[in-house]
């Protein structure tokens, strides 16, 4: 009757010890080890009570019952995920499907205990994230919903409020994932737990003042490689790539985990391939890939790169291997991409339609996926409604540089350059040293007859990253020489 979750490519969240109500089956029916009492009582999670997963990395609501010493012994890979889990560390794939299997049997038994519904509910969270199925997050949702009601209470449910906070990043609700990650804020300042949310949500609302300086309150509260890797991307953002660079070989090195260091291995790799140095990043995806096999965004991370140096095969094989372990959109429509340069028509409409699809899916079960919806109407469906879905997204204050970039290449696609131009600049002054967004404002401004700051533009973006897309970078190149060619007139 317990069913854990199965690789991510072939999970079933419809076959669950929870009924459609979030209520657990009874007990007898979850299927129990005989030492399940004795080694899986409240107090085996005395020092990471309150487990919340935010994005990849797993965070601990310390126990405030004054429980005290170790905890009894549990089976190893749960024992691994928990340690994971009190260092702020990701958990190991195999782990985290262990530790749900292992909460989903003691809440059966135990449906008071609020923190283990909180460490379940979060768990699917995660597990949605990790394995790109969207459904999870309402199984999430009604569990964390569960913990909320079995333990009000002062402090009593911050481990469901972090939980909630981690589940609206994840479905893109980032107005939704501030306001839960404030209210843990504002009862338990000193909670470290709680930033890498607020940090992320901070994010995707274009709030860069607030997310820098709860990235620098991170790192007072948890030193160590957690706080690396977010400065790591904080630099990142702001374009100090020397700075994102130190930190993230900092954190690469002094990680511990397997899991742990394949992320970092996976954000040198990115730091790498943004600079336009895809060998480099190549060896680095490579690399967190013989320390996590199952790193799939390493995979995909490795096909862009191999695109980049025009090893095409080699990229369209990691591109399927990385989308049949974790099928994410955003890796369907690079792909497709792909295989459009190439002039595959016929592969291209197939990875879009099933880009399609997959939007359509995830929208029904509650994610906003609008910014990679504008992405590819924009520039390989209808740029009209690519217009229309990204105002709606800018409206909601969903305002990063991401957005920005998104919304102005989608105008000036729609024939409407003037409107484009302060988006895709405010792209460009926020969003760090991007190739992309570099040749979507010269293009616009190419459009405008301001020839000089067009230049400029595709120069940097070009000088960024040559490569920077399959598509876009020949696009900017050819730009680029139009400009530097002689009127025809002569003049």
């Given at each position: ?29 979850l299927p129990q080890p005989p030492s399940l009492r004795t080694t899986l009582r409240r107090a085996a999670l005395g020092m990471v009570a309150g487990a919340v997963l935010v994005t990849g ?104 409020r972090m939980g909630l906070a981690a589940l609206a990043n994840a479905r893109h609700d980032f107005g939704a994932a501030k306001r839960w990650g404030e209210a843990v804020r504002a009862r ?197 409604e690519a217009v229309e879905v990204l105002e709606a997204e800018w409206a909601r204050s969903h305002r990063s540089a991401a957005v920005a970039d998104a919304l102005g290449w989608a105008l ?80």
């Amino acid at each position: 009757m317990d069913v854990m979750p199965q690789s991510p490519q072939s999970s079933d969240p419809d076959r669950s010890p929870l009924d459609p109500s979030g209520s657990p089956v009874p007990s007898a029916e979850l299927p129990q080890p005989p030492s399940l009492r004795t080694t899986l009582r409240r107090a085996a999670l005395g020092m990471v009570a309150g487990a919340v997963l935010v994005t990849g990395a797993v965070v601990a609501v310390y126990d405030d019952e004054g429980e005290k010493g170790p905890p009894p012994p549990v089976p190893g890979s749960v024992t691994r995920a928990l340690a994971a889990t009190a260092a702020g560390s990701p958990v190991a794939l195999a782990d985290l499907k262990a530790l749900i299997g292992d909460r989903q049997r003691w809440v059966g038994a135990h449906p008071s205990d609020a923190r283990s519904w909180a460490v379940l509910g979060t768990a699917y969270v995660e597990w949605g994230l990790r394995s790109a199925d969207a459904a999870y997050y309402g199984r999430a949702e009604r569990v964390l919903k569960r913990s909320l009601d079995a333990g009000p209470g002062e402090g009593g449910d911050t481990a469901a409020r972090m939980g909630l906070a981690a589940l609206a990043n994840a479905r893109h609700d980032f107005g939704a994932a501030k306001r839960w990650g404030e209210a843990v804020r504002a009862r338990a300042p000193e909670q470290w737990a709680v930033y890498p949310a607020l940090i992320e949500a901070y994010r995707g609302l274009g709030d860069s003042k607030a997310a820098n300086r709860a990235v620098e309150r991170f790192a007072e509260l948890r030193s160590g490689v957690p706080a690396l890797v977010q400065k790591a991307r904080m630099y990142l953002d702001r374009g100090w790539r020397e700075d994102a660079l130190a930190n993230a070989q900092e954190a690469a090195d002094r990680a511990t985990s397997p899991a742990q260091k394949a992320e970092c291995l996976y954000l040198l790799g990115e730091l790498a391939r943004k600079r336009g140095e895809p060998e480099e990043a190549i060896a680095q995806y490579g690399a967190a890939l013989r320390t996590d096999r199952t790193h799939h965004p390493s995979l995909a991370g490795r096909a862009a790169a191999l695109a980049a140096l025009g090893r095409t095969d080699e990229a369209q094989r990691d591109y399927q291997a990385a989308l049949a372990g974790l099928p994410r959109a955003e890796y369907m429509l690079e792909l497709g991409e792909l295989y459009e340069s190439l002039g595959q028509g016929g592969n291209a409409r197939s990875q879009y339609a099933r880009l399609a699809e997959t939007l359509a899916r995830d929208a029904a079960r509650g994610v906003d996926d609008a910014l990679l919806r504008g992405r590819f109407e924009a520039d390989h469906g209808n740029p009209a409604e690519a217009v229309e879905v990204l105002e709606a997204e800018w409206a909601r204050s969903h305002r990063s540089a991401a957005v920005a970039d998104a919304l102005g290449w989608a105008l000036y696609r729609s024939g409407d350059p003037d409107a484009a131009l302060e988006y895709a600049a405010r792209a460009v002054d926020t969003g760090g040293q991007n190739a992309s967004y570099a040749y979507h404002l010269g293009m616009i401004q190419r459009e405008l007859e301001r020839y000089g700051p067009a230049r400029r533009n595709l120069e940097e973006a070009l000088r960024t990253d040559p490569r920077f897309s399959p598509l876009a970078g020949p696009a900017a190149r050819k730009a680029l020489d139009d400009l530097a060619a002689p009127p025809a007139d002569g003049r």
